[in-house]
Each structure stands twice: as structure tokens, then as C-alpha cells.
């Protein structure tokens, strides 16, 4: 009986040049699409943020205004929030714990705006530019009429 032997296959465990520069050329295309996505998030992430801050100073001026039946001045501001105001109109009722800990300042770094006019209340941040009035990431963010 005659045997005869075969050679063994020969199979390679690494990649070719081509297989890894097309993987190159993918992990490229998809950077270029989702990095600029990725990049404008934080904007966004900033944004929500004031809005979030806004009606939770809007909650504790419905508080303030519970207790004392009427908002602060403008002049006695968001300050009234954490300790008692002097001036008019006089907060005979308010709260001795305050009605938050500590004023926030806006995702940008800047203090949140409050106006009184009759009874229209608003509170607001001037945006990232922390300048009146802008469009996009710049635009002023609102809580009127609480």
C-alpha cells in the first residue's frame, strides 16, 4: 500500500494590506459624519441645561410668591430665593430656609436675569454670548410669565 502525503494548507493569521486599509477608509468616512455631530452636543447639553435651571427658579418663585403673595421686585431679584429681601414690596411671610440653597449661575457662567413688570415675571439667561437678543447657541433662553 502506497502512501502518499499531502502538504499541509497554508492559511495566513494576519490581515493583507488592502483588508486593513479599507477598515482605515471606514473608521475615516464614519469620523467624518459622526464627529461634527458629536462636536455640536455640548451646545445642546448647555441649552437644556438653563432650561432645566429656569423652571426650577420658576418653581420656587411660585413658592415665594405662595407664601407672600406676590413675587419679588426686580430690584430684590433671584436673591429673595435664598435670603429674606428688604424693600418693597416687604415678604411677610417669608420662608426662613429659603426657598433654594444657593443661586445658580447658567451653563455658561453668568447669573440668571430676572425682570418683574406689574405682574408679568421673567427670568432668563442671556445665552452664550451673554449678550441681549442672538440666534442659536447666542439665544436668549426664557421663562416668562411663571
Known amino acids: 500500500m502506497n502512501i502518499v502525503a499531502t502538504p499541509p494548507l497554508h492559511r495566513s493569521s494576519g490581515f493583507t ?18 464627529v461634527p455631530n458629536l462636536l455640536s452636543r455640548p451646545d445642546q ?18 413658592m415665594y410668591r405662595l407664601d407672600n403673595f406676590q413675587y419679588p421686585s426686580t430690584d430684590q431679584g433671584l436673591e429673595a430665593l435664598v435670603s429674606q429681601p428688604s424693600g418693597f414690596p416687604e415678604p411677610k411671610n417669608w420662608n426662613p430656609d429659603g426657598y433654594i440653597k444657593a443661586l445658580p449661575t447658567d451653563p ?39
Not at 494590506?17 to 459622526?34: C, F, R, W
Not at 447669573?111 to 439665544?139: I, K, Q
Request: zero cysteines; glycine letters at 14%; proline letters at 1%.
Open 45 to 62: 447639553a448647555r441649552a437644556t441645561a438653563a432650561q432645566v435651571d429656569l423652571r426650577t427658579l420658576g418653581a420656587a418663585l411660585d
Open 108 to 146: 455658561w457662567g453668568s447669573p440668571y436675569r430676572y425682570e418683574r413688570s406689574g405682574s408679568d415675571v421673567s427670568v432668563f439667561s442671556l445665552g452664550a454670548d451673554g449678550t441681549e437678543g442672538g440666534e442659536g447657541t447666542a439665544a436668549d433662553i426664557y421663562l416668562e410669565n411663571i
Open 17 to 34: 494590506l488592502i483588508e486593513i486599509l479599507v477598515v482605515v477608509v471606514i473608521i475615516g468616512i464614519l469620523g467624518a459624519v459622526i
